[in-house]
Structures are given as C-alpha cells and as structure tokens.
C-alpha cells in the first residue's frame, strides 16, 4: 500500500509555470511507476504523464508534450511535474497515481492508488 500527496497547485496566468510535487509513503516507492491525471470540470480524468519505476522511461500526452516534464526522485519517494507555458485548458484538478507495473501505464484503470488531487487553475 502507498499513500500520495500532492502539492504546488494554484492560480497563475497563462504562460507562466507551476511545479507539481507528489510524496510517496509506504510500501518502496521504486517498487510502482507513476503517473499524472488531470480532470477539469464535467470532463473525463485524463491522462498527463508517466514514468518507469527507475524514470527511464516516459510518456506525456501530446496535449502537454514540450511544455511539462515529469521527474522523479526514488530516494526521496517524489515525482514532480513541471509545467511550463500553462494555458488555460490545462486548468484542472491534477492528480498524482501509482502503479505496480513494471512498464509505463497510460490508463488510469491500470492505478491502484491515487492522491487528492491539487487544484490548478490558468487564467488568460
């Protein structure tokens, strides 16, 4: 079992940047690939980005692809998600999940466990 939590959501204008942190606790964090979900109002909870379990390996939605980067930091138990060049249908609740699969999920069905979710709204 792992526990996430997310932070680093808030308001900013478009065209500026947010960094997303998620902390891990419990079961090896290096044991899950993560992710981030992102779902705005009356819309179905999309896909952002993934990473392995060892961060060789990453997949983004092309939405965000060349704007946000994901990273994460085993030793720490954190994935982090830069986002740069925010416009404003990136507003939405982010979400940080992890996975026990060994490759780079892009479903949410393939999560078990999810975080609350930060608020992240872009204004034009």
């Known amino acids: 079992q792992v526990t996430l939590e997310e932070s680093g959501g808030g308001l900013v204008q478009a065209g500026g940047s947010l960094r997303l942190s998620c902390a891990a606790s419990g079961r090896t964090f290096s044991s899950y690939a993560m992710g981030w979900f992102r779902q705005a109002p009356g819309k179905e909870r999309e896909f952002v980005a993934a990473i392995s379990r060892s961060g060789g390996y990453i997949v983004y939605a092309n939405s965000v692809k060349g704007r946000f980067t994901i990273s994460r930091d085993n030793a720490k138990s954190t994935v982090d998600l830069q986002m740069n060049g925010l416009k404003p249908e990136d507003t939405a609740v982010y979400y940080c999940?992890?996975?026990?699969?060994?490759?780079?999920?892009?479903?949410?069905?393939?999560?078990?466990?999810w975080g609350q979710g930060t608020q992240v709204t872009v204004s034009s």
């Open positions: 999940a992890a996975a026990d699969e060994a490759g780079v999920p892009i479903n949410k069905w393939e999560y078990r466990y």
